[in-house]
Structure formats: structure tokens, C-alpha cells
């Protein structure tokens, strides 16, 4: 048996699109939605039956649609008039009208708008003819053939001719032809679609040519009885079938036992390709041969892509749609197969949706097939295929210590699993990040870039490892050598805390951490860096000094503008009068606070009139006061005030406070000296004390940085 296939055989541009549509748009809608197709989308039972089993309605009426459902308009179109009750009761169209017969649809429109009569060669009654119909307000007429068309009164100034796009080619023609005589100025227009001239006029020649002649599609389909009946025309021994089970019976026809028949296989633009596979796998049986001037793929090809769809063979399918559990793969068989929906969360590179849209071809692996009563379970696997596949990329990356890029698809008790293609990698909780990592719940979903450390394909199941801390180390050592190229001190950074003791803060300027020691983070005192910078923080510093060799980097964050001291000779010059408040006080004195961090001292000698025993006598904590400045340095950071040169503030019993043995006039200069030397004095005991604790903590530094 040589069996030759037609070139343009099975779903034209219009039905493939619409197909498409309805099976995404079943996927994407939220299951408390209807979806309903008005009228069939196309005039085939398997295609009908398989949507309606997805979960797809069928109306033939606006009545019959809930309100706010999404309805699918089939390729063939509607009139004006369904899609207005569509939108009365809300419902979201999609409008999946062949682009050809759209473009019927407009001209009949903008013909009859202008008061023309209307002539549609078509079949009285099919969805597309009625559809055209409801354009023109009035006086349309459908003709079947050019002898109806001979009985019709035409005004020929007024009238225009258009055609159903899958009317027969032939007999338009001769309407044509006779409406040369009968319509004025050509007003008549070639609407059949070129596809389905070109499939016609193929299948006659097919036929004229072949012993048999099958035609694939069903016997409500206008186009495909169009076909059968041209082919019947040219060859006598012309079957029409609607799937493989179909064929099996004509094949008992007498005329098959003829092992050297040539028979022409064509088929409706309703029919799906899978069904014209499966008819002509089972005609084949190994007998099939390829005619390269009928089709322009190689047949043989043809036979050996069709999917065997036996446990563990591996084939190729479409994605169709998708829901919780599963995602749906045309693997060219009656029933689709099925993925877990999980397996797809493996890749992190593949967009299912943008999958489903296009319909994209993966390969696929079967599990199981299984005969019910529903028809084939098929079960698939996405992963099985991609293991493979990504297997020998993991490999590749462990023997070159090249970078991968994962998706952590699970957190277990000591790290988490990630997921390359199917492949599982296992990432320890302190190979996570530079430091230890305790909540591990934040990796879940990411996707992060690993160095393979681990590859052992001998074990019984393939235990393979990964190090994102190591990757890291080995970019932040690039970055290191970076660094200590180009340091210097005074070189400007911008670095991130990484960690904080008593001492310090560590700041990491770009692969190197150095020391930002606590008296370098604020001109105020501060018992603990966080009182200024917290981990993760983004802070300027500068190189204040650094030893290649021991690998140590001193860094300062304070800047001179910003001490509270800059230029406080000229903001207080001596003799000035202040304003100030109370912040401390001791036996010797009281410290007043002139702006935020500027601290004076007022002796206990110059707050009063009379001799004090202590400030506490008269001032509290908070009591705003007035003096006037007897010394400032820059240089030490000191400045002495006089409350009594302004306003001296006595006690109520002053009189008792006096030493009867005291000459309080006498006196006045000696207590003046007596309070320069007292604040000497305490200036000397405070830069002692600083002065050890600073040697403490840089000593303490050095031990934590050597460590």
C-alpha cells in the first residue's frame, strides 16, 4: 500500500487559533468561572468532546449562559445580535471569529450600511453563513449553487457578492461567472479562504491520481463534505472517516487486499493532526512510503514521529493547560497525558503560562498508560527527561568549578535542598553564607548561585552537594586583591558593618574587613558601637592606617566638620556671655551643656557669692543658667564658664554658709586660682583613666583581629 497525504490537510490558521485560545483560556480561568463555547468551536466530535471533558459548557443561546461567565465565540463567528446579549449579562467575551470570516463580517457591514443588497454563496443554516447574516440590517440571501443563484432578481446597480470561506471553490466560479452579467461594477468578492481553495483543488488532484481516496473529518463539517465530494467526484472508491476506528472498517473493503493500491489521504480543516496520525498509523503498518510531490515533509519521518506510547519511551508533546495537580501534554493520542504539577517547580527557567499560551513542545517521559473506562490514563514525567539532561550539566560544573544558578525548593534539619532540572543538591546551613545561617526558612523559593562541591554518581542514588559560601569567598578574595592593590590612607570607602564587639565595629570595604574602633565612630562618648551603627548598615569610612603584611586595615568614621568642637574658640570666645544647662554635677564643679556635645566646667568657685560646699547647694540637674566664658581650647577640648561673673546664684542662707574666719573679699582672687588648679587637676585623673581604657581596648582589638 502507497499512501500519500495532502500538503494542507487537517486544522486551517482560524480553527488551529481557536483551539488554542479555548484550551488556555480553560487553564487560566478560576474554577468558580464557567467557560462556555457558543456552538461548537469547530465541527469535530473528538475536539468538542475533549474540551467539554476539560470542563468546558456548550451553549447554543444567550439563555442558556450564566451571567458573568467567560464565552468563547467559535471560529466560525456570531451575529451582532449574540455578542449584545453577552454583554447584557456581563460575560467576558473571547472572540475567536476566523480572521477571513471577520473580514466577510466588515464588508457586509459596510455594504449593507450603504442601503446594498446582500448574496452569501453559501449553505443555508451554518454557523458562518448565519453569522455573516446577522451584518446586513436587510435583504440577504444565501445561494447553495449556481442554479439557485439564476432564479434570484438582481439589482445590478445595488447588489454585491461574497462567499462562505469554505464554499466549494468550483461551483463559486460559476456563480461568478454568471454574475458577470447580472452584478454591475464587479461588486462581488473573493471571501473563500485560500487555504481552503488550495485543499480543495489538491484534493481533486490527489484523487484523479490514487486507486482510494480517504477523506478524515466529520459528516457535519461543511468543508470536509465539500472535499468528500469533490474527491468522490474524481475517484470512485472515496470513503469518509471520522477517526481509526473508523478506517479500521473500511479497510475490510476488498480493494485494500492490493498490496500495491495507491491511496490519498486528505482531511477537513476540523481535524485535528492527532487523529489524521492516528489514522494513518493504522493504515501504515510498516507498509507506508513517502510521495515528497504531495507533501512537503518526508513521510517516512511522518510515520516514525508518531508517538509509541508505551511505558518508559520517551516522546515528544504540547502543552496544553493546566490545573492544581497536573499539567496537560498532547502527546498525539486520543487522551492527553499528564504531568504533576510539582515536577514543573524544578526549573526555574521554564514559564508555564508562557508555555501554555504557545503550546510549547517538550519531551516527556511515560510512566504508565492505562485503559479505563474514561479512556487512557497516561501518566508523564517532565523530571525524568530533564535529570538527564541537567545531570550531565551538574557534572560539567563540578569538574570546571563553574558557577550554576538553583532554586531552594525545601528546607531540611541541617541545610536546605535545591533544584537544578530535577537534579537535588544539598546545601549545609553553614555553606549558605559567609556566616552561619539559623533560619533557614528564608532560602525557601530563592534562587541563589552555587559552586558544585560534591558529585558522586557511583552511590545508588546521586548524592551531589553545593557551597554558596564558597563561591562568595572565592568573589570576595578577587575583590580582596582589588583592595589591598589600591589602598592607601586617607582612600575613601563605602563599606557594610559585618559584625560588633566592645571595642569596634568591623566593616567590610569590598572583600577586606577593617576595624572602625569605638572611639572613631562618634566625637560623643559611647559605651557600645551600637549606640551609633547596627549589622547590615551602609557607612562611609577612610583609611586611617594599614598593614599589608599582617593583613589589618584601621578605619575612621568620625569626621573634624562634624565634631562638636570644631571651631569652638570661635563659637565661644573668651569673655562671651552662654546660655547652657545643667547636665552634672561633682564635689569640684558642674558641667553645663552649651550645644549637643559641647559640655562646660563651672567650678563650685564661680557659681556663687559665697563659698559652696557643693554646686548641688544651689543648681539641680536641668536649670537653665547664664555665664560668661573664662577659658576655651581647641586643642584640649576644654572650657570654663563663670555663673557668678553674669548673675551669681546665693543660697537663701547664705549668711551661714560664710566661714566666720573668711574674708570673702580677701578671698575672691585665691578662689579663682584655687579653681584653675582644681580643674587641672581633674583634667589630669580623666586623661588617665582614657588613657588605660584606650590601651585596653586597642589591646583587646589586636588579639580579636590576630585570632
Same mark, same amino acid.
Given at each position: 500500500m502507497i499512501i500519500k497525504l495532502a500538503k494542507n490537510a487537517g486544522f486551517c490558521f482560524g480553527v488551529d487559533q481557536a483551539v488554542k485560545t479555548a484550551y488556555s483560556v480553560l487553564s487560566k480561568t478560576q474554577p468558580d468561572t464557567k467557560v462556555y463555547m457558543f456552538g461548537e468551536i469547530t465541527h469535530n466530535d473528538f475536539v468538542v468532546n475533549e474540551l467539554l471533558e476539560s470542563g468546558m459548557y456548550l451553549a447554543n443561546s444567550v439563555d442558556e449562559i450564566e451571567s458573568g461567565s467567560v464565552v468563547i465565540i467559535r471560529a466560525h463567528g456570531v451575529t451582532p445580535q449574540v455578542k449584545q446579549g453577552l454583554e447584557a449579562i456581563n460575560c467576558k467575551i473571547i472572540d475567536c471569529t476566523c480572521p477571513f470570516v471577520k473580514k466577510i463580517h466588515k464588508i457586509v457591514k459596510d455594504e449593507s450600511q450603504k442601503g446594498r443588497k446582500i448574496i452569501i454563496a453559501g449553505k443555508k443554516g451554518h454557523p458562518e453563513v448565519e453569522g455573516i447574516r446577522g451584518e446586513a440590517s436587510d435583504h440577504v440571501t444565501v445561494v447553495g449553487n449556481n442554479e439557485e443563484f439564476n432564479l434570484l432578481e438582481i439589482e445590478p446597480e445595488n447588489t454585491i457578492l461574497v462567499s462562505q470561506t469554505t464554499f466549494s471553490s468550483s461551483e463559486y466560479k460559476k456563480i461568478r461567472q454568471n454574475a458577470n452579467n447580472k452584478i454591475a461594477n464587479e461588486q462581488f468578492f473573493d471571501t473563500i479562504c485560500s487555504t481552503t481553495e488550495n485543499r480543495q483543488r489538491e484534493a481533486s488532484d490527489l484523487a484523479a491520481s490514487s486507486d482510494c481516496m480517504i477523506v478524515i473529518g466529520s459528516e457535519r463539517s461543511s468543508n470536509t463534505m465539500k472535499l468528500f465530494d469533490i474527491c468522490r467526484s474524481r475517484c470512485a472508491n472515496t470513503f469518509l472517516v471520522a477517526d481509526a476506528q473508523d478506517i479500521n472498517k473500511v479497510l475490510e473493503n476488498p480493494i485494500f487486499s492490493n498490496s500495491d493500491i495507491v491511496v490519498g489521504v486528505t482531511a477537513g480543516a476540523s481535524t485535528p493532526d492527532c487523529i489524521i496520525r492516528e489514522v494513518i498509523q493504522t493504515m501504515s503498518e510498516d507498509q507506508a512510503t513517502a510521495n515528497q510531490e504531495q507533501t512537503d515533509i518526508n513521510f517516512g519521518d511522518y510515520i516514525d514521529n508518531i508517538p509509541q506510547l508505551r511505558k518508559n519511551a520517551t516522546v515528544r508533546g504540547a502543552i496544553t493547560s493546566a490545573d492544581n495537580e497536573f499539567v496537560y501534554v498532547d502527546v498525539h493520542d486520543k487522551s492527553e497525558g499528564r504531568i504533576p504539577r510539582h515536577e514543573f517547580a524544578n526549573d526555574p527557567d521554564f514559564d508555564l503560562d508562557e508555555a501554555i499560551d504557545a503550546h510549547t513542545e517538550i519531551e516527556v517521559f511515560v510512566r504508565s498508560v492505562r485503559n479505563s473506562d474514561m479512556g487512557k490514563e497516561i501518566l508523564l514525567s517532565k523530571a525524568h527527561v530533564d535529570f538527564g539532561k541537567y545531570k550531565a550539566q551538574v557534572e560539567e560544573a563540578f569538574e570546571n568549578a563553574t558557577p550554576v544558578t538553583v532554586k531552594v525548593t525545601n528546607v531540611v534539619k541541617d541545610g536546605v535542598i535545591a533544584n537544578l532540572g530535577g537534579v537535588d543538591i544539598y546545601i549545609h546551613r553553614t555553606q549558605l553564607d559567609l556566616t552561619t545561617v539559623n533560619d533557614l526558612d528564608q532560602y525557601k523559593g530563592k534562587t541563589i548561585e552555587i559552586l558544585v562541591t560534591q558529585f558522586d554518581p557511583d552511590k545508588r542514588r546521586l548524592r551531589v552537594s553545593g557551597s554558596r559560601r564558597a563561591l562568595l569567598n572565592s568573589q570576595r578574595k578577587e575583590k580582596a586583591d582589588e583592595v589591598w592593590a589600591a589602598i592607601e590612607v586617607g582612600a575613601e570607602y563605602q563599606g557594610v558593618v559585618r559584625s560588633l564587639t566592645d571595642f569596634g565595629a568591623f566593616v567590610d570595604i569590598g572583600g577586606v574587613d577593617g576595624l572602625v574602633h569605638v572611639s572613631e565612630l562618634s566625637w560623643q562618648r559611647?559605651? #557600645?558601637? =551600637?549606640? *551609633?551603627?547596627?549589622? &547590615?548598615?551602609?557607612? =562611609?569610612? $577612610?583609611?586611617?592606617?594599614?598593614? =599589608?603584611?599582617?593583613?589589618?586595615? =584601621?578605619?575612621? $568614621?568620625?569626621?573634624?566638620?562634624?565634631?562638636? $568642637? #570644631?571651631?569652638?574658640?570661635?563659637?565661644?570666645?573668651?569673655?562671651?556671655?552662654? #546660655? &547652657?544647662?545643667?547636665?552634672?554635677?561633682?564635689?569640684? &564643679?558642674?558641667?553645663?551643656e552649651l550645644e549637643p556635645g559641647v559640655d562646660a566646667l563651672c567650678h563650685v568657685s564661680q557659681i556663687s557669692d559665697v563659698r559652696l560646699n557643693k554646686p548641688e547647694d544651689v543648681l539641680a540637674? &536641668?536649670?537653665? *543658667?547664664?555665664?560668661?566664658?573664662?577659658?576655651?581650647s581647641n586643642e584640649t577640648r576644654r572650657i570654663s564658664i563663670s555663673i557668678k561673673d553674669v548673675e551669681a546664684i546665693n543660697p537663701h542662707n547664705s549668711e551661714e554658709m560664710v566661714s566666720d574666719d573668711v574674708d570673702n573679699s580677701d578671698q575672691e582672687p585665691v578662689l579663682v586660682d584655687s579653681s584653675s588648679e582644681l580643674i587641672k587637676d581633674t583634667d589630669k585623673d580623666t586623661d588617665a583613666v582614657e588613657e588605660t581604657v584606650a590601651e585596653d581596648i586597642a589591646s583587646e582589638a589586636e588579639e580579636v583581629t590576630e585570632n
Open positions: 559611647i559605651r #557600645h558601637p =551600637s549606640e *551609633v551603627v547596627t549589622v &547590615g548598615d551602609k557607612i =562611609s569610612v $577612610y583609611v586611617k592606617d594599614f598593614d =599589608s603584611e599582617k593583613k589589618r586595615i =584601621s578605619l575612621g $568614621y568620625k569626621r573634624a566638620e562634624n565634631d562638636p $568642637y #570644631h571651631n569652638v574658640e570661635e563659637r565661644f570666645p573668651v569673655g562671651s556671655i552662654v #546660655h &547652657g544647662k545643667v547636665v552634672r554635677m561633682f564635689q569640684f &564643679g558642674a558641667f553645663v540637674e &536641668g536649670m537653665e *543658667v547664664v555665664a560668661r566664658v573664662l577659658d576655651v
